[in-house]
DNA sequence: TGAAATGTTGGGGCG
DNA sequence: ACGCCCCAACATTTC
């Protein structure tokens, strides 16, 4: 390292594990120095750490980037836990490194880091370039014509989609040079993460950008054909599952714009599909203007909401012992698989915040855990939402019927049977509410509220801070 | 991106 | 033939 003629740039990679439209690579190429590449999980005061879900992707998706990597360049990738400035500078000898290549974070905390970061390669002169990618617009630069930011999902969509054309993504490096270096690969291991409850992972997801890319490609080419009415039906494999992609950085919402432009599926689809990435977008924006979203209701006059406290009925939630088939079966898909349905986010938050009564707080923290796809604005942004704290939050009299979901958006009850095993052989007469008198043979609880009953105590609690 | 309660309408059974 | 009632279907209002 001592020849500064040979000193390397760093490339940093958190959130962005991959190599197109990816430009802070892209400019470390350009700069002509040879490359040394990093990924760092960041341990900065504030920054939440990954929930365990999202470390299994993240192991996968590491190692298809250090293989990209080493495949397209010779480049060697690294992995470091730690603050991040503390990380870098422990990586490199002062001086020898030329500059340092980043993307963009939104997360405030994570914002603060490189901040610091900054800060400290100041001393020692090294500049630090950052770039953008991760989102479509800069929450600090779009305003309302008050000059505030956007706290209602429609205008800011309007607001977002009528403004010039978004940014064509860039393509990947053609050449990379690799910086020769003898530091060790992975110390803290994060590359191998194979908890046993993720077993089945595998079968459904292909974490890495390569994974990411087909699954927009099949989505645009035909499987998201009739997605804006098909996306409420469970059972309809009709969505574009790239939510883990997006939250892990190995597409970015450019390339999907960009690729949707071409795609020949039905307009009224393409365009619910981007308004899902509208949402995405205004969550982030949500988050960057608050950043205690996570932890603190967005609207305060919540923190005096009389919320339960009963252990058992979150224990039944977890696990997907409710008794509502459809509450239970997409809670049993979270745990099996790591993901679910949209529609049935919805109903299983509702129900955790108005049937049961508990904090969002539980719900959103549970969901953090065992998500692929958890992401630090959206989670809690939606979460906030569904209780009605939220910002442009769904009223408080929103309550979803359990049962009448499950017969409206999964009518043959196929996306029941498939995670609620036990209760395969009922018709579809039976399914969506199982008689009491057969709940014991099938070894299916009894509900543990009454539907009538949980929403009238709802009602009156959210009344009472009306 | 809801559901339940309440109101309205119109067809058909029936005295 | 007619009016009355019932109730399903649909619309509107309310939470």
């Not at 689809?269 to 996570?294: I, Q, S, Y």
Request: some cysteine.
């Amino acid at each position: 390292m001592s020849e500064t003629s040979n000193a390397p740039v760093l490339v940093l990679f958190r959130h962005d594990l991959r190599l197109d439209d990816n430009l802070a690579l892209s400019a470390a190429a350009d700069s002509g120095h040879p490359v040394l590449a990093v990924y760092v999980e960041d341990l900065s005061e504030g920054i939440r750490p990954l929930g365990a879900a999202a470390r299994w992707w993240r192991a996968r998706s590491l190692r298809s980037l250090k293989k990209a990597l080493s495949d397209s360049f010779g480049i060697r990738l690294i992995c470091r836990r730690g603050p991040l400035a503390e990380a870098v500078m422990g990586l490199i000898g002062q001086g020898q490194i030329k500059a340092i290549y980043i993307n963009r974070r939104f997360e405030p905390a994570a914002d603060k880091a490189d901040d610091l970061l900054e800060v400290e390669c100041g001393h020692h002169a090294i500049p630090v370039h950052r770039f953008e990618g991760q989102l479509l617009h800069d929450p600090n630069r779009l305003k309302t014509s008050t000059g505030g930011f956007y706290k209602v999902f429609t205008p800011f969509w309007r607001a977002l989609s009528s403004t010039d054309s978004f940014a064509d993504p860039a393509d990947r490096p053609e050449s990379l040079r690799a910086y020769k270096h003898e530091l060790e690969d992975d110390p803290d291991g994060l590359l191998e993460y194979d908890p046993p409850w993720a077993k089945g992972f595998d079968k459904i997801w292909q974490p890495g950008e390569a994974g990411a890319s087909e699954r927009l490609e099949q989505f645009l080419e035909g499987r998201g054909e009739g997605y804006s009415t098909g996306r409420d039906f469970m059972a309809m494999e009709v969505t574009s599952r790239l939510s883990p992609h997006l939250a892990h950085g190995e597409i970015t919402p450019r390339q999907i714009m960009a690729a949707s432009a071409r795609s020949k599926l039905p307009p009224a689809d393409l365009e619910t599909f981007r308004k899902e990435l509208g949402w995405r977008e205004f969550c982030w924006h949500l988050l960057v203007h608050n950043p205690h979203l996570a932890t603190e209701n967005y609207d305060t006059r919540f923190n005096h909401f009389p919320w339960n406290t009963d252990n058992a009925f979150l224990t039944h939630w977890k696990r997907g012992r409710t008794g509502y088939p459809l509450v239970d079966a997409a809670m049993r898909q979270l745990w099996e698989t790591g993901w679910m349905h949209n529609r049935a986010r919805m109903v299983v938050a509702s129900f955790l915040v108005k049937h049961l009564g508990l904090h969002w707080k539980e719900g959103e923290a549970w969901f953090w855990d065992t998500l692929v796809d958890a992401d630090a604005a959206n989670n809690p942004a939606n979460w906030q939402w569904v209780a009605g704290t939220g910002a442009d939050a769904a009223p408080f009299f929103r309550i979803f019927n359990p049962t009448l979901q499950s017969r409206k958006f999964d009518t043959r009850g196929e996306y029941i049977r498939t995670y609620v095993r036990e209760l395969s052989a009922l018709d579809s007469r039976q399914l969506h509410e199982p008689p009491a008198e057969l709940r014991e043979s099938y070894a299916y609880p009894a509900p543990v509220v009454d539907h009538s009953q949980a929403r009238e105590s709802a009602l009156t609690a959210y009344r009472s801070i009306r």
